[in-house]
């Protein structure tokens, strides 16, 4: 072997055969898939409701603090960029929860033929969806 990397594709049957692993697909050879795109998902929401919790964390602050930082804070969730920013978040929070449902169910060992995976996941984006407008709508009227 004159490549160290050449080393690494060497192995042993259960019975002492001397194989070659196979390399494993990557994706430029996996089609996008709903489930894929959804475990996707669910990393990305998770990592963006981090960064909205600090968001809070921030406005709570502010509210302890005093009357002007939570008013600089006020300020810039009021903003356009702000209130698109909720809205994600928002998005965000319901997604995660969402699949976090679905999750639960998998693990009580319901739902793994592949229709009903199909269907949960289209269940969760609907949900997704209604409950982030609905959100949107009682947080807007409220305000």
């Not at 192995?11 to 055969?17: L, M, P």
């Not at 005093?66 to 008013?71: E, L, Y």
């Amino acid at each position: 072997m004159t490549d160290v990397r050449e080393a690494l594709f060497i192995a042993r049957t259960t019975d002492g055969k001397t194989v070659r692993r196979p390399l494993s697909p990557h994706l430029q050879i996996y089609k996008p898939q709903i489930t894929s795109a959804l475990s996707i998902f669910h990393r990305i929401t998770g990592v963006a409701l981090s960064v909205g919790t600090l968001l809070l964390v921030w406005w709570l602050v502010a509210a302890a603090t005093s009357d002007v930082a939570f008013a600089n804070v006020s300020a810039v969730i009021h903003s356009w960029i702000g209130k698109l920013a909720m809205i994600g978040w928002t998005a965000a929070l319901w997604y995660h929860f969402c699949c976090g449902l679905r999750h639960l169910r998998w693990d009580m060992g319901h739902g793994f033929e592949l229709t009903q995976v199909h269907a949960s996941g289209r269940l969760v984006l609907i949900a997704t969806g209604v409950l982030t407008v609905l959100t949107v709508i009682i947080g807007f009227v409220a305000l």
